[in-house]
């Protein structure tokens, strides 16, 4: 199972219920521990350039404003096609920066993490220090937020060697 961003949130929460899940793929992601949330892991430290201007819609959904989407969220992407991926964004429902992690998936599956080094959404600290503390296998790679769509092959392999392990 993979997951980017909050999908790694969801990979965490649902992995363990999953009986064909048999590894973990974190892609510049969140890799939350029991008892966490992500507003409060977030709120640790300064709001991320790619976050900074995050609103919410009147049915309580996040969206990010495209400057922020193609300077910051998708830094490395292609101009055109950061704006065309910010046009078409999902919006993040608010609980999810409320929602408290119960047993993380990672205690009991394998991991892979890909850390994106330069990630102006999930700090690469706190990208680090996930992957640590779940004892995942790791890879660096000097991209954005978006690092499938910047650096595709490097995401492949790494899923491929979870695959391969498994």
């Known amino acids: 199972m993979a997951g980017h961003s909050y999908g790694g949130r969801i990979t965490t929460a649902l992995g363990?219920?999953?009986?064909?899940?048999?590894?973990?793929?974190?892609?510049?992601?969140?890799?939350?521990?029991?008892?966490?949330?992500?507003?409060?892991?977030?709120?640790?430290g300064?709001?991320?350039?790619?976050?900074?201007?995050?609103?919410?819609?009147?049915?309580?959904?996040?969206w990010l404003p495209e400057d922020d989407f193609v300077k910051h969220f998708a830094a490395d992407?292609?101009?055109?096609?950061?704006?065309v991926m910010h046009a078409v964004?999902?919006?993040?429902?608010?609980?999810?920066?409320?929602?408290v992690m119960g047993v993380p998936a990672w205690k009991t599956l394998p991991a892979w993490y890909l850390v994106a080094q330069n990630d102006e959404a999930i700090p690469p600290e706190a990208?680090?220090?996930?992957?640590s503390r779940m004892g995942?296998?790791?890879?660096?790679?000097?991209?954005?937020?978006?690092?499938?769509?910047?650096h595709p092959d490097e995401v492949v392999r790494l899923i491929e060697s979870a695959a391969a392990a498994n």
């Open 89 to 99: 964004q999902q919006a993040l429902a608010s609980s999810t920066f409320t929602d």
């Open 16 to 44: 363990t219920g999953a009986p064909h899940v048999a590894g973990l793929v974190y892609i510049a992601a969140f890799g939350i521990d029991a008892g966490e949330s992500l507003g409060a892991l977030l709120s640790q």
């Open 136 to 150: 995942a296998t790791t890879i660096e790679v000097p991209s954005s937020h978006v690092a499938m769509v910047s």
């Open 127 to 131: 990208e680090r220090m996930f992957a």
């Open 77 to 83: 992407a292609d101009p055109a096609r950061a704006k």
């Open 46 to 62: 300064p709001t991320p350039p790619a976050l900074a201007h995050l609103f919410t819609d009147s049915h309580g959904f996040g």
